[in-house]
């Protein structure tokens, strides 16, 4: 409701009761019914608009130096423009990151290692399988069972020649023949790493023997461990077949799970330097200061063999090519005094409980090859 009543006084006081006071004039106010006193009196709200206009009469003018804008060259010119003196770099290389280059060529260097061992270990686990089946093979296919059963049922021992390079395939052969002579350098690399024993009962003699276990022991002599491992799972089962064929009862039957292998190696210059110390000065160089050896079984006593199951004996002897009589070495048997020389390739299988055999003294000579000569020794144990 608009009141019609202009009121001088008002001219003195800052509000009145329905109007507002402005420089020019007065005009009236429209009260709402629902118009408290607090909204009466309440400041207007300014809008975005008016609140940007009024920060910027409060900012300070700014002036801009036109001189530098005018000391610019034209756009156009700005890539042709040499480089100030500040800023100005002579025949400065391109970085380059060192240390990725370097993290690069060892990841290279650490790669190509693993590759190498990778194929390496694949290499030596094929030629692992490969020895494991040369000997199974020479066993089933190429030993004479029969002819051994009947002979150790007989004579109590078997003498067979060419074990593992006689053979008509040519590839077999040249196999064969190769891992004679990595057993026979596993054998020397041995005694090089001091992992071979004096045998003291022979003190003089120039002989020193280890066992083959495999296991953390493997990589000693790898053609070795593979040699008794399979000779130990495939001759014993044969022999017990063929000993039920000839009805060979007395002949005890053989474990294929377990067997005891050792190595006997001889070196002549451990012999000879022993030899000055123990012998007389002009027997210091001749081979004759050797005693006799006595005959004896692997089991000791022919009566003291209940506990030791050691059953049939096997030795591979891995002497050179050049290894003869004259050289040395080799068993005599008791029972007819044959003499089995200890020729490269040979096999001899005798009785270990009952046939009585001397190991004759090793020789060789200041030759090439013939300085040493060793031995594989499989002792197959009671099934």
Known sequence: MMIPTLLLAACTATNVEGFTLSPVSLRPVVISPEATTTSLYAKRKLSMKERRKQRAKKLPSATVDRGILNDLPAADKWEKTEASVGSKREDIPVPTNKVAEEDN???????????????????????????????????????????????????????????????????????????????????????????????????????????????????????????????TRHLPPLLNKEYDVIGAGDLPKLDSAASMGSLRLYDRKTKLGTASFLANPEDADSDGSVSERPFGVVCGDYDGTEN????????????????????????????????????????VLFRSDTCAYRQEPWVGSDDSGLDQASCAIVHFIQG
């Open 308 to 347: 030791d199951t050691r059953r049939l004996t096997s030795i591979l002897y891995l002497s050179s090519k050049q290894w003869d009589s004259t050289n040395g070495g080799g068993l005599t048997m008791e029972t007819d005094g044959q003499k089995v020389e200890a020729i490269r390739d040979r096999i």
């Open 105 to 231: 060529a060892i990841t290279d260097e650490e790669t190509e290692e693993t590759i190498a061992k990778a194929s390496s270990l694949v290499q030596a686990q094929r030629k692992s399988v490969d020895c494991l089946t040369h000997v199974r093979k020479r066993v089933e296919e190429s030993f004479p069972i029969n002819e051994a059963a009947k002979s150790l049922a007989e004579k109590g021992y078997f003498v067979y020649d060419g074990f593992l390079s006689k053979s008509l395939d040519d590839e077999d052969a040249v196999f064969g023949d190769a891992m004679l002579s990595e057993m026979l350098s596993e054998s020397s690399s041995m005694l090089e790493n001091d992992q071979m024993q004096r045998d003291i009962s022979r003190i003089a003699d120039g002989e020193f023997v280890a066992p083959i276990v495999g296991g953390e022991n493997y990589a000693l002599c790898p053609r070795l461990t593979e040699y008794v491992v399979s000779m």
